[in-house]
Structure formats: structure tokens, C-alpha cells
């Protein structure tokens, strides 16, 4: 079974910095690219990054670039997101997935984790 658990979001002051988790498992590591996406109320969701199986290829959102950075330790099937000089338009819920390659990477969906930026 397929499972991906992200963790780590919270409650940060704006210019604060997060680091979110995405532990998977039930499939091999090696072949699956993982994304974050992230879902505020009343906006559509939005990719925030990705990461290639290899780890060779990595994209961000314009929104976001610079500020964040994706990881992945296949030995440890954990990709990370640390997220630094948050701003208050970063509060959503992220959300991890995967897919074969990146832009198929929501073939499947972690449960999501709240993280909140205060002005």
C-alpha cells in the first residue's frame, strides 16, 4: 500500500522559517518524482516544487523561489521542503504526492499538513 505522511507544519511569525517531512512508502523510491502542493481557502492549488527520483531535477514556483528548498534521502524514503522568510500568503495546507515523473506527480496524495504564517 502506497502511503505518504507529511508532518512538521505549524504556527510560525512571518520571516520565520518550517521544515515539512514527506515520509512514503509501499512503493520503490527510485522510480517516483515527489511534489508539494499547497491548497489555502478559496485558492487553487498550486505546486510549490518538485523533486525527481534521482534527485537531479528540481522546480520551484516563481512564488516561492528562493525562499525554499526541496530534499530528498531516498535511504531514508523522506523528502523535505524547509521553508524560510515565510510570509503570510504561504499559510495553506501542504501537500506531498507522487507520481513517475514530475509533472505526473500526483498519481498519489500524502493527508496534508497545515502550516500558518502570523503577520
Known amino acids: 500500500e502506497v502511503q505518504l505522511v507529511e508532518s512538521g507544519g505549524g504556527l510560525v511569525q512571518a520571516g520565520g522559517s518550517l521544515r515539512l517531512s514527506c515520509a512514503y512508502s509501499?512503493?520503490?523510491?527510485?522510480?517516483?518524482?515527489i511534489a508539494w502542493f499547497r491548497q489555502a481557502p478559496g485558492k487553487e492549488r498550486e505546486r510549490v516544487s518538485c523533486i525527481s527520483s534521482s534527485g537531479g531535477s528540481i522546480a520551484y514556483a516563481d512564488s516561492v523561489k528562493g525562499r525554499f528548498t526541496i530534499s530528498r534521502d531516498n535511504a531514508k524514503n523522506t523528502v523535505y521542503l524547509q521553508m524560510n522568510s515565510l510570509k503570510s500568503e504561504d499559510t495553506a495546507v501542504y501537500l506531498c504526492a507522487a507520481g513517475s515523473i514530475c509533472a505526473l506527480a500526483t498519481k498519489y496524495w500524502g493527508q496534508g499538513t497545515q502550516v500558518t504564517v502570523s503577520s
Open positions: 509501499g512503493f520503490t523510491v527510485d522510480n517516483y518524482a
